[in-house]
């Protein structure tokens, strides 16, 4: 357990549906952060919220849309996706955004799949 | 630009050591982190190096040369368990992790 959790494990929706990826950490943590991981590639970089704002938003297509009610949420609100959007979602939290150690505690990842 | 460049894949047999080597290209540089990740399972952290030289954490160890762009991860005495992936990262100008691919380890008995 790495004080972060992420509901559901697995997702599976319709090209048309909407759904949400919900993510908690229990660290007291700053900053939050939501990656996507597809099979052999690197972990992608997708929002970045500290102190509830979104500081990062990297060229994300607009179905995907992040919320951050506080700091010890983030959602991922998902709607109208594409079979190429399936892959394993990954929440991260850190104590702050920035300085020189910044360790990245990780959730256990939904794994969504797109029909 | 940036990238950052690891292995595919590695195998190595149980007892034995294995050295996983990680490149990277970056105008700026906050550190390097090294995560392994089970198969299903969330990256756990392992290391993070910021000077140069080895880091040494029980059965493994990490190093870092920032003139060369390029750092490893060191696992002795290896168990079934370090089965997993493994993941380097480079925090840039901005702190922000640019990730590897990964370099998936198989054990063997």
């Known amino acids: 357990e790495t004080g972060v959790t992420q509901t559901p494990r697995h997702l599976v929706m319709g090209m048309t549906n909407k759904k949400s990826l919900k993510c908690e950490q229990h660290l007291g943590h700053n900053a939050m952060y939501w990656y996507k991981q597809s099979a052999k590639k690197p972990l992608e970089l997708m929002f970045v919220y500290s102190l509830e704002e979104r500081v990062e938003n990297n060229s994300v297509p607009s179905r995907f849309s992040p919320e951050c009610p506080n700091s010890s949420h983030l959602f991922l609100h998902l709607h109208t996706l594409q079979p190429e959007d399936s892959a394993l979602y990954l929440c991260?939290?850190?104590?702050?955004?920035?300085?020189?150690?910044?360790?990245?505690?990780f959730g256990p990842g939904t794994r969504l799949t797109v029909l | 630009g940036q990238n950052i460049d690891q292995p595919t894949e590695m195998t190595a047999t149980e007892g034995a050591i294995v050295q996983i080597n990680c490149t990277y290209q970056t105008s700026g540089f906050n550190g390097l982190f090294w995560y392994q990740q089970h198969a299903g399972e969330a990256p756990t952290f392992l290391s993070y190096?910021?000077l140069d030289g080895l880091e040494e954490k029980g059965r493994f160890s990490s190093f870092l040369s920032r003139s060369k762009g390029y750092s490893y991860l060191l696992l002795k005495e290896l168990q079934m368990k370090d089965s997993a992936s493994y993941l380097c990262a480079f925090m840039d100008s901005n702190y922000q992790l640019i990730w590897g691919a990964g370099t998936k380890l198989i054990i063997k008995p």
């Open positions: 190096n910021v």
């Open positions: 991260a939290s850190s104590q702050d955004l920035g300085g020189m150690y910044n360790e990245q505690f």
